[in-house]
């Protein structure tokens, strides 16, 4: 399995990344991006098994890449991992064709649970 992690915090990238492999995806590739810019290539180049974005990010924000994603026919399981959550937000990420909408902080736990189920 590969998983894209898309975060403008590099920080913020090796903690999902840390999650995600004590969530159960110990085996995965990782592979990062630092905008949806830069993700949209990536994941053009990789063809990723598992999105994982950030919302806020400068050049090209996490709603944008997947509604540009989405658009070139791409179905990858996606989903936003971010500190701001609105029912506006939520409803976005779902007509755009989010998977999963995770608030930071979140768990192992969090992961294993929300991208467990929306497989």
Excluded: H
Aim: contains cysteine; glycine residues 6%; proline residues 3%.
């Amino acid at each position: 399995m590969k998983i894209l992690i898309v975060d403008d915090s590099k920080a913020m990238r090796m903690i999902v990344q840390r999650n995600l492999r004590q969530a159960g995806y110990g085996e995965a590739t990782f592979v990062e991006a630092c905008d949806g810019a830069e993700a949209l290539e990536v994941a053009a180049a990789e063809s990723p098994d598992l999105i994982v974005s950030d919302w806020n990010m400068p050049v090209k924000n996490g709603i944008d890449f997947l509604i540009e994603l989405r658009a070139t026919g791409d179905a990858t399981q996606f989903g936003f991992v971010t500190s701001e959550s609105t029912d506006e937000m939520r409803q976005q990420a779902i007509d755009a064709g989010a998977d999963f909408f995770i608030v930071k902080p979140f768990t192992a736990e969090t992961f294993q649970s929300v991208v467990g189920s929306a497989a």
